[in-house]
């Protein structure tokens, strides 16, 4: 019940998620072709693993990020032409991935908050303009400008929450 | 009057979660929150959020979003279908092994070897291109590859076999179209001493198939297919 086991599974599972693992990967590889042949390898991981996905445990979309992250080493390990350190057992590429991971929610969940809000966010948090000056490049009251970050921020933690995002 | 304040309060939380507040009106908030837990709560939660907001790339929230090709859900859902077939086939053959007799299960074994006979005896029923045998050549010293493309409904199968390359490597194997485009047929890995063969798929059509490729580590090999080609022969002396 509820594993990845038939064809129709992985079809509604690809219509749900492929769109955020490409954006993902093309984040994480740099290289869209790249990207493709790995949003294409997980998906056939996951059917190929289908009847051990458990939705008790957890999302299909943090699975599906799960199988991802292992991809995104296969591939890189391919890339890297000199013999990998991890004979030790350290993994050098957990800590980075997890990393990006993060950020490509955070700069995903920007995308999917109205567009008065990021505007406002961009501003003054990433450009650090004060808000004096973009209240009146926008035509609108300074305090509007603090209530839209205000609700910005809330929206962006609601974006961030759908993601599997949690405190 | 106090609901006022309160919610005068509450709308500069995200600019006090942010530090963007002037002293005075950072001091204004700082009180309202000894009082009121609801604000505490709110900007709790605010705070998470904004210790986040350094880790994204303004440059990539204002770029384009990356949506996958058109055709790529296609393209899986071919393989997996592919997969699909060659499980149902291999499960068919075990349970021959485990002894089901009679006459119906040998009919079915007798149908199975049939379907995995014709292709490489020239292209079965209703597929139109002959299996083909592909040589890689301009291979470095020691190296060899060689793969059997075999036509399906669902597109064409393939093993290969390779040889002389580092234990370990990562195998990425495509098949190109005439017009250069990539289909991938999947990865694996190479053992040395392991079974070498190994079995993937791809959705290109072999009829429309003009070149099969390994990313085999930091290399990459080619090789034309749809023209004659010698049978297994051993490894390529060409230099590097």
């Known amino acids: ?167 | 009057m106090r609901t006022e304040d309160h919610r005068d309060r509450k709308l500069a939380l995200g600019a006090y979660a942010l530090g963007d507040l002037p002293p005075d009106e950072r001091a204004a908030v700082a009180a309202h929150l000894e009082g009121c837990e609801e604000c505490r709560a709110e900007l709790r939660s605010l705070e998470g959020v904004a210790a986040l907001l350094p880790l994204a790339d303004p440059a990539r929230i204002e770029g384009p979003a990356a949506r996958p090709p058109a055709d790529l859900g296609a393209r899986i859902e071919a393989q997996i279908a592919a997969e699909s077939a060659r499980e149902g086939r291999q499960r068919r053959r075990r349970r021959f092994r485990l002894g089901v007799g009679g006459a119906v299960a040998a009919a079915a074994v007798a149908a199975v070897l049939a379907i995995a006979i014709l292709p490489l005896g020239g292209g079965g029923a209703g597929e139109s291109s002959p299996a083909q045998q592909v040589n890689f050549a301009s291979l470095p010293n020691g190296v060899s590859i060689n793969a059997t493309l075999e036509p399906h409904a669902f597109g064409t199968e393939i093993e290969m076999y390779v040889s002389g390359i580092r234990s370990g490597t990562l195998c990425r194997v495509f098949l190109r179209d005439a017009k250069g485009r990539t289909y991938s047929a999947g990865s694996f890995r190479y053992r040395w001493g392991a079974d070498s063969h190994a079995k993937l798929s791809s959705a290109l059509d072999l009829s429309q198939a003009a070149e099969i490729g390994v990313h085999a580590g930091s290399r990459t090999f080619t090789a034309p297919v749809g023209q004659a080609t010698a049978l297994v022969g051993g490894a390529d002396t060409a230099a590097t």
């Open chain 1, 1 to 167: 019940m509820g594993a990845l086991t038939r064809e129709r599974d992985v079809r509604e599972a690809y219509a749900a998620h492929s769109g955020e693992l490409y954006g993902f990967a093309v984040r994480s590889l740099g290289d869209a072709g790249l990207a493709e042949e790995a949003v294409q390898e997980t998906f056939l991981r996951a059917w190929r693993a289908g009847d051990r996905f458990d939705p008790e445990i957890g999302s299909l979309r943090t699975w599906l990020f799960a199988i991802l992250r292992n991809v995104v080493i296969d591939l890189g390990r391919a890339r890297a032409a000199r013999p990998r350190v991890a004979e030790s057992g350290i993994e050098p590429s957990v800590e980075p991935f997890e990393q990006a991971l993060l950020a490509w929610q955070v700069e995903e969940a920007m995308r999917r908050i109205g567009e008065d809000h990021r505007r406002v966010l961009l501003e003054t948090h990433f450009r650090a303009r004060p808000y004096s000056e973009v209240a009146a490049e926008l035509g609108v009251p300074e305090g509007t400008i603090k209530s839209r970050v205000y609700y910005g921020l809330r929206a962006l933690r609601v974006a961030l929450e759908e993601m599997g995002y949690e405190d």
